[in-house]
């Protein structure tokens, strides 16, 4: 998600925070303080801990949540990029959707599971607060972790909603799949759910606002801001499975470039640029030494290069070697090479056929295919 800063990198996983966060970070420290403010007798300086603690320790829960998700996902070998926390709570970045109704099934159980668990947990230990403290601020441990389990098990109960993409839809979804062996189908209805959530928000929200016109507005400002991210959210979710599906159903061999250029290792970049690069508006070759091709170079290797110094180096310098590059094979489905091609800077990966370099897979020819598909009318 662009706009998102590394904060920590957790089991290999990079957390990210989306500048949106810190809007909601700062909403959410505002209302907790009120709380305070109203429900204990407390200085100003006890609200702001209490109010920070509770902040913490909920998108703390968030990220747990999140994490749930993730470390399932990586016990189906599903790579997880990166979970990013955002305006609207946090997301796992997965390079590529579950294979089987039982992974995705488990992948989005998890979630609600862990928030549950939390919820009881926070729940535990605010009796247990109860129980050893006492007295103005001490019993404002206790009502900080009952709002946590509240907060955490509406968390759950939300998520749980049969509207794709929320772990709710994507259970149905899982449920639907398993039934009808039918993925596109599953999706399709599972987006309707998650369409049919959204608006039920929605009325909610405009609910809010008419029944209560002053304390309603950012109640019902809210819940129809959710209304209307989870409604684009389950529409882009099914195009990315009509997309997916797409793949799936043609080759690497299909969409691979087969015209490919062969430049010499030792070539001057300049030269690369002025014969090859400008003429042929080409945009990825192979490098060859003494007629063996040892690796694949792009623009994006060349752009590395500050334009002064492309005299003073050799393609071979910042081409990647063939052993580094992640090679396809011609009956790979495009599915799989576009989840290599996620792994890599360059939009192009080598096809590779008895140890040759028989084509490039490239990702702006896929999308040109996609565009021709969605033209003609192709599902």
Not at 162 to 185: K, Q, Y
Not at 305 to 333: C, F, I, S, T, Y
């Amino acid at each position: 998600m662009s706009g998102s800063i590394r904060v920590v990198r957790i089991a290999g996983i990079d957390i990210r925070v989306h500048i949106s966060w810190f809007l909601i970070a700062a909403l959410f420290f505002y209302l907790n303080f009120e709380t305070f403010s109203f429900e204990l007798p407390l200085v100003p300086s006890e609200r702001i801990v209490l109010a920070a603690a509770t902040t913490l320790l909920f998108f703390a829960s968030v990220l747990l949540h999140e994490l749930s998700h993730s470390l399932v996902a990586r016990r189906f070998r599903l790579p997880v990029h990166s979970i990013t926390l955002f305006l609207f709570g946090g997301v796992s970045n997965l390079r590529r959707e579950p294979d089987t109704a039982r992974a995705e099934f488990l992948m989005a159980a998890v979630g609600p599971f862990t928030s549950f668990i939390l919820s009881g947990t926070f729940w535990v230990l605010r009796e247990v607060a109860r129980q050893t403290l006492a007295g103005i601020p001490s019993e404002s441990v206790p009502y900080m972790l009952e709002q946590l389990a509240f907060i955490n098990l509406a968390l759950g109960v939300f998520n749980l909603l049969p509207g794709f993409p929320l772990d709710g839809g994507r259970v149905l979804r899982s449920a639907l799949w398993a039934l009808r062996r039918d993925r596109r189908w599953a999706t399709r209805v599972a987006t309707r759910g998650g369409q049919a959530v959204a608006g039920l928000l929605a009325l909610w929200g405009v609910y809010q606002f008419v029944s209560d016109p002053r304390g309603g507005v950012l109640g019902g400002t809210w819940t129809i801001l959710i209304a209307f991210f989870l409604f684009n959210a389950a529409s882009a979710s099914y195009r990315q499975e009509q997309f997916e599906d797409s793949l799936r159903r043609v080759n690497v061999g299909t969409l691979m470039t087969r015209d490919l250029v062969s430049v010499p290792v030792d070539m001057e970049i300049e030269s690369l640029i002025s014969a090859y690069v400008m003429p042929m508006r080409a945009r990825s070759f192979v490098v060859e030494r003494d007629g063996r091709p040892v690796g694949v170079v792009s623009l994006a290797d060349l752009r590395r290069v500050p334009r002064d110094q492309w005299r003073n180096h050799r393609v071979g310098e910042v081409m990647m070697p063939l052993e580094k590059v992640p090679a396809l094979q011609p009956n790979d489905d495009a599915r799989r090479g576009m989840d290599v091609l996620s792994r890599t800077d360059s939009g192009e990966a080598p096809v590779m056929d008895d140890g040759r370099v028989v084509g490039l897979f490239e990702r702006d020819v896929v999308f040109e295919y996609l565009r021709m598909r969605e033209e003609l009318g192709l599902r």
